[in-house]
């Protein structure tokens, strides 16, 4: 007689988390089997995301907010963009769950529980924002492949972690090391345990930042598992696809990174502008490091409608990667003019600042209200697409909501 196969205690865990309740007579479950609760899941319950978020991808999970649903000075949960390229990761067992540093510039593997790393490091705690390096993306035209995001694929969560530099000067380190690079435990589309869904690193520096950390607690709890639970890298100011989920390893590399999704066109940009639509060699690409300034209007949704002779109050969030946002501005006639909007500091370096303005309009009708960021380099977003790219990557172009004065 066959032996049945059953479901692992870690899966079950995993399955009761994604069912948000236990699995009454888990432990009899065919291994491979699929439960009728997670066929054709409804992604808003099963995430625990709001139902104004839109879905663009199952396969993997890719969900974006609407530019209204991040008011929040601190994204929470609900209204945090996903962006996976693999199968989440099932065998989660938080007790067991180890990282493991390798690399040409590691005189030797060394690997440390998740235990050991919350108690042998001391933890910090940052706001740190994360954006989609495609965030954008449908608008560039010829269109660019890939998910075709809007505005918001951007979040501005509290992240709770150690150092990544700390840890690195534990196991010591070479003079040579130049990159690190993640390996994560979510698995490829295509089933095959041999092929990294993605694999992503950061030169040393970055590594060694005070606010790149090794986290296992988004706002003060556990990350959710499609965040990365129970342990993420978190590279705040540079694309998210920088900040791996899951995380079951860092090599330290002699040279640069060349996992999955580190070479060809993936989050690279042409070194030098192109015209739309041409094809461009893989040397001629540079990778995309620090992200370029932005704002989002997030008060009012766009389509709001006010009172003839009343002001409106706007308000929103700008970032710029690596650099500090200096300006803010509004215009209500499509960028012929500009006015100040206040803006305040970030809590802490990579957070993103919130801006805020009072808008008058001269008399009734339609309008639409930009906005423009300018970064610590003077430099100001574009007022149109910035220049087009392969994989529509780094679309920074002022934000826009409608208005109807009535």
Not at 325 to 343: P, Q
Request: proline residues 6%; hydrophobic residues 35%; charged residues 25%.
């Amino acid at each position: 007689m066959q032996r049945r196969k059953f479901v692992k205690k870690g899966a079950l865990i995993t399955l009761s988390t994604l069912l948000a309740t236990e699995i009454v007579y888990g432990k009899n479950l065919p291994s491979g089997y699929t439960l009728l609760g997670l066929q054709d899941p409804d992604p808003f319950k099963l995430f625990n995301k709001d139902s104004q978020m839109v879905l663009l991808n199952d396969k993997p999970w890719n969900i974006e907010a609407q530019a209204h649903l991040l008011d929040d000075k601190i994204t929470p949960n609900k209204y945090m963009f996903i962006r996976n390229n693999g199968i989440i990761p099932t065998n989660i067992l938080v007790d067991d769950w180890t990282l493991t540093f390798d690399g040409e510039s590691v005189a030797e593997k060394k690997t440390y529980t998740l235990k050991e790393l919350k108690s042998k490091f001391k933890q910090y705690t940052y706001q740190l924002t994360l954006e989609c390096g495609g965030n954008g993306r449908s608008e560039f035209d010829p269109p660019a492949k890939g998910n075709q995001w809007t505005v918001g694929a951007v979040s501005c969560a509290e992240w709770t972690g150690v150092r990544l530099r700390d840890v690195l000067n534990d196991i010591g380190i070479g003079d040579d090391a130049v990159y690190i690079g993640y390996h994560a435990a979510d698995t490829h589309l295509s089933g095959d345990p041999n092929k990294e869904p993605i694999s992503r690193g950061v030169p040393m520096s970055k590594a060694f930042q005070d606010e790149t950390l090794l986290a296992f607690k988004m706002n003060g709890e556990d990350i959710p598992l499609a965040h990365g639970f129970p342990l993420r890298l978190i590279v705040g100011g540079w694309p998210a696809s920088a900040s791996g989920k899951w995380l079951k390893g860092i090599s330290v590399r002699n040279k640069v990174h060349d996992g999955t999704k580190m070479t060809g066109t993936a989050y690279r940009v042409p070194c030098e502008p192109v015209a739309p639509g041409d094809k461009v060699a893989d040397e001629d690409m540079c990778i995309i490091e620090s992200m370029p300034v932005k704002s989002l209007i997030t008060y009012p949704k766009s389509g709001a409608v006010v009172p003839e002779g009343k002001s409106l109050e706007i308000r929103g969030h700008a970032w710029a990667g690596e650099l500090n946002v200096t300006k803010v501005e509004y215009s209500i006639d499509f960028g012929s003019t500009w006015k100040s909007c206040s803006l305040k500091n970030s809590v802490n370096r990579l957070a993103w600042q919130h801006f805020a303005a009072s808008v008058r309009f001269p008399k009734k009708g339609y309008y639409e209200v930009w906005s423009r960021a300018t970064d610590s380099m003077e430099v100001s977003q574009p007022m149109v697409l910035p220049g087009w790219n392969p994989k529509g990557y780094l679309n920074n172009a002022c934000h826009r909501i409608a208005i109807k004065v009535s």
